[in-house]
């Protein structure tokens, strides 16, 4: 078959990351082959959103621009993650009563009782747009129904749903800036879902797990559990309070505790005093991320652990951190060099993930967010791992 190319553009508020990725379609479990990369710094963004749109471009522009010259030839198209800290989640629950004479429920009808959810929640989600609607749950005349209710029979269908909305002014700015910059936007996704495509592993999802994407001045996650997603968020702090913090804790300029944070220390300044104040900050962080699994009752209670990636997934006792703070088994993912034209760096495991997406079966999918396209399609590309 025809090889595709699939290209993914993560707008990060450090770097601007693009991936080329080709893919051949009927290779069962193979995942597309990065054959080209491009970043620049970003300008004009803060957590994740648009404050000078025309300087996000030339960024933008530039990092194409690179993955251009490295693939040789030129990118019209790509799928695009959005990070900022607009990103949040509301749940809902939808009913309604089955369409057919014989009360055998259709698609149709699962589509109704999600828009039904969606309906109740318009009114308290002013200025936002739902990115993806996920069904959590399945409930026909009063019993819960293990995977999907379509072909049974039953007379009132309830659906529990997760609507991850974004901030309707950051994506249009977001679309328009990557745009602008000569390139059509096929479809965007919120970069903690972009992330777990590559980050997670089907077995992961299954038994619960919670991917952690550190950047510069955001950290997102996404929970998994019977490989649905069970919360996705955004929060305003990253790896930029650490540099922040090595600054002031050792009186040193930005650039250089930036340097200093990159290689882990250096013997110019105490390795303990580094060690704490990295691990402080670390740790203030980890302790968020525990005080939102309180909420969603999931503290401590994911077998399969945290999995760490981003730029900010370097950094030394990483690992050990989340560990302690989230009491769960914890790991840095790395790309896979071996199969990714050498890409490992973490930081790219967003712009990757994308391309996996794009990848995906285009007969069971037709978008992944309502941006650009249809609804639904998160579902659609998960549904292949349910039972």
Known sequence: ?????????????????????????????SLPQIIATGFAESRGLRNGYILNEQDATRSIQS???????SAGFPIKRAYLAVSSVGIDEIFSHGEIITSRADSEVTETDTEKVLEDSEERIEEHIPNRRV???????????????????????GTKLEVDALFVTVIEQHVN???????????????????????????LSKA????????????????????????????????PIG??????????GLKIPLEEAERVKRVGGTSNYPKR??????????????????????????DGLLPAGVVVTGGGANLTGIEESAKLALRLPARVFFLDPGQNGKVKDPLWTVAYGLCVWGASDQVERSGIGIVKSTKNSVLKWLSQFLP
């Not at 790896?239 to 002031?248: E, F, G, R």
């Not at 104040?277 to 999931?298: C, P, Q, Y």
């Open 173 to 199: 700015d977001l679309i328009a800036a990557v745009e602008a910059a000569g390139v059509a936007v096929e479809d965007v996704i919120a970069s903690p879902l972009a992330a777990s495509f590559v980050g």
């Open 273 to 298: 005093k580094f060690e704490e104040i990295v691990n402080s900050r670390l740790t203030d962080m980890f302790e968020l991320v525990d005080a939102h699994l309180k909420k969603i009752r999931r």
């Open 1 to 29: 078959m025809k090889e595709r190319v699939i290209v993914g553009i993560d707008v990060g508020t450090y770097q601007i990351k693009v991936v080329v990725a080709k893919d051949v379609p009927g290779a069962p479990g």
């Open 239 to 248: 790896s930029n309070d650490i540099t922040n913090d090595i600054a002031l």
């Open 63 to 69: 990092a194409v621009f690179q993955a251009e010259k």
């Open 131 to 153: 990115l993806h609607d996920i069904p959590l749950g399945y409930t026909l005349d009063g019993e819960r129904v293990l995977g999907r209710p379509n072909g049974r029979r």
């Open 204 to 235: 992961q999802k299954r038994a619960g797990s919670i991917l952690i994407n550190l950047g510069a001045e955001t950290l997102s996650l996404a929970v998994f559990e019977n490989n649905l997603p069970l919360s996705v968020k955004v929060f």
